[in-house]
């Protein structure tokens, strides 16, 4: 079964340089959140959306900025990154027509910043 | 407010003997509760969920869990701990919408 694509699975920027994550949910899926997750720590919710309107934020940085296309694939943009960005970024979906509250995680980024 | 805590950050068994991993949560109506497992620098994979009708569920791997209501836990076991279930555990929770809230996890150890 297809699973959520995460991209890119590496990434590697120096400090206030800029980011671009991707995330293609499952098919028919139409809810997507991002989440951080700093070494040994646990996923911490950032934002979501539903049917490509914000439905939620969590601990989002000012600095971040996400949303949802047409297609349901959403993009998290990080700008002025900093050293305490690096993390592992996961996003996940699930089906708003079905149990919204099953979330299905992607492979997830590492995210390096130097 | 909601939260899921996880009783003990690490737990290490011998290859062959119970899993038992603790999950309690607290909530001010009865939530969604979920296991993942997390392996190394892997995404989260989904063990099992109880969301209504039997507390036992069973999930992949041979896990599963009960929801306790009365105990507001949600421990997760297995009867026969196996070399490849060394990985993090994370129990979560959701009320019934778009956030769902994660415990701190669980480093599983299986010893030879």
């Known amino acids: 079964a297809a699973g959520v694509i995460q991209s890119p699975r590496h990434l590697i920027k120096e400090k206030r340089e800029t980011a671009t994550l991707k995330c293609y949910p499952i098919p028919r899926h139409d809810t997507v959140y991002w989440y951080q997750q700093g070494p040994g720590q646990d996923p911490q919710f950032l934002i979501s959306f539903y049917e490509k309107m914000q439905s939620d934020k969590g601990s989002i940085p000012d600095r971040f900025s996400a949303q949802q296309f047409s297609d349901y694939h959403s993009e998290l943009n990080m700008s002025s990154l900093e050293l305490g960005d690096s993390a592992l970024y996961f996003c996940a979906s699930s089906w708003a027509g079905g149990e919204i509250e099953t979330q299905y995680f992607g492979p997830g980024t590492r995210l390096l910043v130097l | 407010a909601q939260s899921v805590t996880q009783l003990g950050s690490h737990v290490s068994v011998s290859e062959g003997a119970l899993v038992l991993l603790r999950c309690n949560y607290s909530?001010?109506?009865?939530?969604?509760l979920f296991w993942y497992v997390q392996y190394p620098n892997q995404g989260l994979q989904l063990l099992l969920k109880y969301t209504t009708g039997a507390t036992l569920v069973k999930g992949i791997n041979g896990f599963e869990a009960e929801f306790k209501k009365s105990e507001t836990s949600f421990h997760l076991t297995k009867p026969s701990a196996h070399m490849s279930d060394a990985a993090e555990y994370f129990c979560a929770a959701n009320t019934g919408g778009f956030k769902t809230i994660f415990g701190a996890g669980t480093r599983l150890f299986v010893k030879a």
């Open positions: 909530s001010s109506v009865p939530p969604y």
